[in-house]
T-cell receptor, first 111, second 114 residues
Framework: RKEVEQDPGPFNVPEGATVAFNCTYS??????FFWYRQDCRKEPKLLMS???SGNEDGRFTAQLNRASQYISLLIRDSKLSDSATYLC????????????FGTGTRLLVSP | SAVISQKPSRDICQRGTSLTIQCQVD?????MFWYRQQPGQSLTLIAT?????????ESGFVIDKFPISRPNLTFSTLTVSNMSPEDSSIYLC???????????FGPGTRLTVL
């Protein structure tokens, strides 16, 4: 089983739609969680950190369910510029600190 | 967050040769990381590089293939040695952000091995 699993998509949505991505992680020792955004041929950029049950930043809401070991990202009122791959990332500190990346969920927002 | 640059941004190399990728940060950082992103895949950590100590490699990556230098707190290099087409990938360096477990990435080096 992969340490971090995501639906690869693509999710095709019209502008203005609400879309949600889920991510599951296997290691219960995981300490913190992030969503990164990666545009085509670009480096990943931090979108949101998720330290407790969740947080909200404008149109973006991230939620964490430690009991079920999943993280979600909700995007409201989708914009064309939201088209990208969204990477679910888990921080582990099990002797060595490291980030573990999911394979990403691709979002395509169309006019 | 720190500003991170990488050189070269891309390269096309012949099988059997080696390429050294440079990563420069505009501020001093304790930990730097090197990742590989193969076509259509997510990021995989190659190694963690701390200044003044040997790099710590992840399972499946060895120092002979991916030697790393970390001469100071703002710079690191990753060498991809004796390259084969399977090494064609994007190589990214990253540093820790203000909160210890966040990371910020350089723009990446796109390597193609023929």
């Amino acid at each position: 089983r992969k340490e971090v699993e995501q639906d690869p998509g693509p999710f095709n949505v019209p502008e203005g739609a609400t879309v949600a991505f889920n991510c599951t992680y296997s290691n219960s020792a995981s300490q913190s969680f992030f969503w990164y955004r990666q545009d085509c041929r670009k480096e990943p950029k931090l979108l949101m950190s998720v330290y407790s049950s969740g947080n909200e930043d404008g149109r973006f809401t991230a939620q964490l369910n430690r009991a079920s070991q999943y993280i979600s990202l909700l995007i409201r009122d989708s914009k064309l510029s939201d088209s990208a791959t969204y990477l679910c990332v888990v921080f582990m500190n099990t002797g060595f600190q490291k980030l573990v990346f999911g394979t990403g969920t691709r979002l395509l927002v169309s006019p | 967050s720190a500003v991170i640059s990488q050189k070269p941004s891309r390269d096309i190399c012949q099988r059997g040769t080696s390429l050294t990728i440079q990563c420069q940060v505009d501020s001093q950082v304790t930990m730097m990381f090197w990742y590989r992103q193969q076509p259509g895949q997510s990021l995989t950590l190659i190694a963690t590089a701390n200044q003044g100590s040997e790099a710590t490699y992840e399972s499946g990556f060895v120092i002979d293939k991916f030697p790393i230098s970390r001469p100071n707190l703002t710079f690191s290099t990753l060498t991809v040695s004796n390259m084969s087409p399977e090494d064609s990938s994007i190589y990214l360096c990253s540093t820790q952000g203000g909160v210890s477990d966040t990371q910020y990435f350089g723009p990446g080096t796109r390597l193609t091995v023929l």
